[in-house]
């Protein structure tokens, strides 16, 4: 026999008693089997067999509870990736089952998480099905959409992020997800064209790779929804009274699923974004005004003395950054603002206050004593122990006490050891001084490169 005819034969009877390894079996193989092969977990363990479907593809709706095994874990380029059985099946023309295996992005506090091959995951929740190339997506967390019609019956409009106007109200959006600082909403805002301007593209079509091309058609795809971004300084005068707002997060005063009206701040083409208030008087003057008031106190916010600098019981003079219904917000010259409860004021004012924008203005100055700090530095609790006189303001702006305290001509000075060394620190500081120029404070700090937005607004 001709020694080419041996090597053909050998090659063949290798091919056959190692198939299932071959090339030729793993190009056969739909992407969901393939996907063990793929894997460092390949040289160690056996590749599972799917365990007997319980629920068919076609079946499933968003945010159904599953729990499945790990079969797989994909370092991506851009996030880790989770591969779960969780006894899904679709079934082919023939009437032939094949198992769907789930795919979860490790994102947020999961992108570090350790998983094992065969590890059981209890809860997981369908967040997208695509039964015509048979994926499944899935998510670690409960997951949240818009409704697409209201309680009539009527659906509920979509808009394309392209029409977005800064003022334009948006309702019925619902919480999707959210963060300290952030409320990521369902608002009805896609990207990319409707089935009608797709349709007009390929009537108008071309030469090939021309506008309204099958070839241009495809870097067009069918409308994606874009979550918004609202802001948490812009949910504490709604939703945060006396209580709750001197812990106020997002997750303290909002939960997924709730629904709330919110209207357009700003539209970020170049990014895909964009983000979200619930001031309905909201325009572009007022939003570029608050956003160069932002970029100040973000660059002021630079320069200032970590919270750590502070004393108990230490004196302090400070401007009110803002005023809310159970108290204001003052900046001490730390990188975070303070909080003087309504109470306090009205002690240092020498008489009960029910509207405090009576009394006081934003940018008017507080003698104040750090009263507390929080273990994590995120809050601190002030107390007031006198009103200057308010720049700006014809109220009658110092109480009982303030005017006993200027008629024998003196400064009330705080009491106790405490205060006396926090006043001489403040004394001895060199960037914060006692004279009568306009110290800059800023506002809170914030965490704004979470979930990968940037620091425009």
Same mark, same amino acid.
């Given at each position: ?251 303290? $005063? /909002?939960?997924? #699923?709730?629904? &709330?009206? +919110?209207? @357009?701040?700003? !539209?970020?083409? =170049?990014?895909?974004?964009?983000? %979200? ?81 009576? $009394? /006081?203005?934003? #940018?008017?100055? &507080?003698? +104040?004593? @750090?009263?507390? !700090?929080?273990? =994590?530095?995120?809050?601190?609790? %002030? ?75």
């Amino acid at each position: 026999m001709h020694p080419r005819m041996i090597r053909i034969a050998m090659f063949l009877a290798a091919a056959t008693l190692n198939y299932g390894d071959s090339f030729v079996y793993q190009s056969t193989r739909t992407l969901s089997m393939r996907i063990p092969y793929e894997t460092p977990w390949r040289r160690h363990t056996k590749v599972p067999v799917a365990r007997p479907g319980v629920h068919a593809l076609s079946s499933l709706r968003v945010n159904q509870h599953l729990s499945g095994t790990v079969i797989s874990l994909y370092e991506g380029t851009g996030h880790r990736k989770l591969f779960v059985d969780v006894g899904v099946t679709r079934t082919d023309v023939r009437g032939r089952h094949f198992p769907v295996f789930g795919m979860v992005r490790l994102q947020g506090p999961y992108q570090n998480k350790t998983y094992t091959y065969g590890q059981q995951v209890q809860d997981l929740y369908v967040r997208a099905v695509f039964p015509e190339p048979a994926r499944l997506f899935l998510s670690l967390t409960p997951v949240y959409k818009r409704p697409v019609s209201d309680g009539t019956g009527e659906p509920l409009p979509v808009h394309r992020l392209q029409d977005l106007k800064v003022g334009m109200p948006l309702l019925n959006a619902t919480v999707v997800s959210l963060t300290d600082n952030y409320c990521f909403l369902d608002a009805g805002v896609v990207r990319g064209q409707t089935e009608a301007e797709q349709a007009k593209m390929m009537h108008d079509g071309g030469k090939g790779g021309e506008k309204g091309t099958p070839r241009r058609r495809l870097r067009h795809p069918k409308p994606r929804p874009l979550m918004g971004r609202l802001y948490r300084g812009d949910l504490l005068e709604q939703y945060a009274l006396t209580d709750k707002f001197r812990t106020a997060t997002t997750k303290a $005063v /909002l939960t997924p #699923g709730m629904s &709330l009206p +919110v209207y @357009v701040k700003g !539209v970020h083409l =170049d990014s895909w974004q964009y983000s %979200l208030t619930v001031d309905p008087e909201m325009t572009e003057e007022k939003a570029a005004a608050l956003k160069e008031e932002r970029k100040a106190q973000l660059k002021a916010q630079a320069s200032k003395q970590p919270v750590d600098a502070l004393l108990i019981g230490e004196s302090r003079k400070g401007v009110i950054t803002k005023i809310l219904p159970g108290g204001v917000k003052v900046g001490i010259g730390v990188k975070i603002t303070g909080f003087v409860p309504l109470d306090s004021v009205s002690e240092a004012y020498g008489e009960e206050i029910k509207d405090l924008s009576r $009394v /006081l203005v934003v #940018g008017g100055r &507080l003698q +104040v004593e @750090v009263d507390e !700090v929080s273990d =994590d530095g995120k809050r601190i609790d %002030l107390r007031c122990l006198e009103i200057f006189p308010q720049v700006g303001s014809t109220k009658k702006t110092v109480g009982k006490a303030g005017k006993a305290d200027q008629a024998s001509g003196r400064r009330k000075e705080s009491v106790g050891e405490g205060a006396k060394k926090g006043e001489q620190k403040r004394m001895s500081n060199p960037s914060y001084d006692d004279d009568d120029d306009d110290d800059d404070y800023g506002g809170d700090e914030d965490d704004y490169d979470r979930l990968g937005y940037d620091d425009e607004w």
